[in-house]
């Protein structure tokens, strides 16, 4: 049996319900049993009391985009590693991309994610399903199989289909299903040989560049057809004012799309690449400093939907290599929070707004109950502190992959407190003070 908790002087932040209010929160079995205003009331005798000190009660964040070395390639990260670094970071849940040696793409894999990920990892893993076999843009999967299995979604993660036909088709039978489609935007020819922004810096840098043309274009193909599909989809990331345009006008005539942008391309831009720090070379790019302002304005109007950290572990042989040659891909789940809140302390985007593009919508994107503080909910919840400061150092990361970009930036927020079905999965040392 699990002892009831009580999280009292908290700050209770739902972004469901739009509320910020001063309370108590009760969990009991594994729910949230209760929320009241003000102190505790009929708080069960065998309860846990942990004094929140004012601090930010929230749901569990929900991350879209998150990939892994398992099965497969172990050695980069395990569904173990990562679930650490996500209760570190406040992700209850997160979305498992198929790109595995083999692919997730039947339905026998999809079960052997989620018994994996039930015995071993601290949060949920909610595995998404590949939309082609072995990723390859030429044969489509079973979907209705995938779904039966556990599959929350549909996508070929870093792969993104060149074939409107075949994307057509997809679409059409992922909408069969009422399974979402998270699509990655590359077109392969115009995305070339790039490995960073198209533009005056990258000419500076003797590198060669990916226009904003690589994701508007398939982009532009792709709501078309879902307006024709039906299907509910969701551009995976977007990371250009143009694709920011197409989707807020998308977004006016129907509610079935959505999108989502990596907390990279909200925090940095491409001048951060500086002296060819491979660790900065990301799938999207870096983009300028104007694409960057528009994912924030983005995301506060809400034609941006979600805020994922794009985890990608790469091993140091992939990495250090000459700009051109190292791999894609930053690790992300452990610093999440903390640098989406720098928008936050800016003054460009409001705590509820941000909240929300990483609990209640996400949740409301995937068919989720949790994601939200109401009596009956999952208890996925995180108590943080907005105003902690920390400096990121490598060696600290708990993934098993270390290629952050963020080594050494000093951050403020960090989670103090993070709860999985009513059970504790992290508690930073700060807060184990004010538990009794």
Not at 10 to 16: G, S
Not at 137 to 157: M, N, S
Not at 239 to 257: F, K, N, P, Q
Not at 330 to 355: C, K, M, P, Q, Y
Request: glycine residues 8%; negative net charge.
């Amino acid at each position: 049996m699990i002892r009831p908790i009580v999280i009292a002087n908290a700050r209770i932040i739902d972004p469901a319900s739009n509320t910020d209010r001063r309370g108590a929160l009760l969990i009991a079995d594994g729910l949230i049993a209760g929320i009241a205003e003000g102190s505790p009331q009929g708080v069960p005798d065998d309860a846990e009391l942990i004094d929140a000190r004012g601090l930010v009660v929230a749901p569990g964040l929900i991350d879209m985009r998150v990939f892994t070395g398992e099965p497969g390639r172990e050695y980069r990260e395990t569904l173990a590693s990562a679930g650490d670094a996500a209760a570190a970071g406040g992700v209850t849940s997160f979305v498992l991309m198929p790109d595995s040696q083999p692919a997730i793409d039947d339905g026998a894999l999809v079960d052997y994610v989620l018994r994996r990920a039930a015995a071993k990892s601290k949060v949920n893993v909610l595995p998404a399903a590949a939309l082609t076999k072995n990723l390859e843009g030429q044969d489509l999967t079973e979907y209705g199989l995938l779904k039966e299995a556990g599959a929350v979604a549909l996508t070929d993660g870093r792969h993104s289909i060149q074939s409107s036909a075949l994307l057509r088709a997809a679409f059409s039978y992922a909408a069969n299903f009422d399974l979402p489609v998270l699509h990655h935007l590359a077109d392969a020819g115009l995305v070339g040989e790039g490995v960073m922004n198209e533009g005056l810096f990258a000419t500076a840098l003797g590198l060669k560049g990916i226009p904003a043309e690589a994701e508007t274009v398939p982009l532009a193909r792709d709501l078309q057809l879902a307006a024709l599909t039906g299907v509910r989809y969701h551009a995976a990331l977007i990371s250009t004012a143009g694709a920011a345009e197409l989707m807020a006008t998308a977004r006016r005539r129907s509610d079935a799309v959505s999108c989502g942008v990596s907390i990279n391309n909200l925090a940095l831009n491409e001048n951060d690449i500086g002296d060819y720090r491979t660790f900065f070379r990301l799938m999207p790019p870096l983009r300028a400093e104007a694409d960057r302002q528009a994912m924030i304005e983005g995301l506060r109007s809400g034609s941006i939907d979600v805020i994922v950290s794009d985890h990608d572990p790469q091993d140091s042989e992939m990495k250090r290599q000459p700009f051109a040659e190292a791999a894609n891909g930053a690790v992300g789940l452990e610093t999440l929070l903390a640098v989406a809140l720098r928008l936050v302390h800016s003054g460009d985007v409001d705590l509820i707004t941000l909240l929300r593009a990483m609990t209640s919508r996400p949740a409301e994107i995937l068919g989720l109950a949790s994601g939200r503080l109401a009596i009956g909910a999952p208890a996925d919840v995180i108590v943080f502190d907005p105003e902690f400061p920390w400096v990121v150092e490598e060696a600290a990361l708990r993934s098993r992959s270390r290629n952050t970009a963020f080594e050494g930036a000093r951050l403020t927020g960090a989670v103090m407190h993070t709860f999985v079905a009513g059970q504790a999965v992290f508690s930073h040392a700060a807060m184990l003070e004010g538990a009794s």
